[in-house]
């Protein structure tokens, strides 16, 4: 059985949430994954959006600790990572990007509206995440395809018995 990583617990959350964004922009028309931007997913043929989680993104802070007044006999290492979430739009040609970064808001909202309503479990031991951020814009305008970017931080919580 393959062990699934921080990064892919955040990506199955996202991918299997209830979305409550127009049609166009549900998740059965949004490409997930983890690590960097697909390009010829998001190819000139194809203009779905992608949401792509990387991380993490440097050493976690661990420190142990008492998780629960039922374990206080146990102490437990505690793990905070850093983790990031892509969302990538691309404008299509001849587009002025106005209809573009209308569907990129409605998704930056969504990604954080999902992940701060299911926060407390997800696989893997983690525990919460939290988004530390409500994303910056990073697009890259200069490039073919144009897309916009919005990165999103997360911080995650895994832990294991010390």
Request: charged share 20%; with cysteine.
């Amino acid at each position: 059985m393959a062990t699934v990583t921080i990064a892919e617990s955040i990506t199955a959350l996202l991918s299997g949430a209830a979305w409550t964004v127009p049609a166009p922009l549900a998740a059965a028309n949004i490409h997930f994954d983890t690590g960097w931007v697909d390009r010829q997913w998001i190819g000139f043929s194809d203009p779905s959006p992608q949401i792509i989680t990387s991380g993490p993104m440097s050493s976690p802070n661990r420190f142990f600790g008492k998780r629960t007044a039922a374990s206080a006999a146990k102490l437990h290492l505690l793990s905070y990572g850093r983790y990031v979430i892509n969302i990538w739009v691309r404008i299509m040609a001849g587009s002025d990007g106005d209809s573009e970064e209308d569907n990129m808001e409605l998704l930056r909202n969504e990604v954080v509206r999902i992940i701060n309503e299911n926060c407390i479990v997800l696989p893997t031991g983690v525990t919460y995440l939290v988004p530390l951020d409500q994303g910056r814009a990073l697009h890259e305008l200069d490039r073919t395809p144009r897309l916009l970017r919005f990165e999103i931080t997360v911080q995650a919580n895994y832990q294991g018995q010390g």
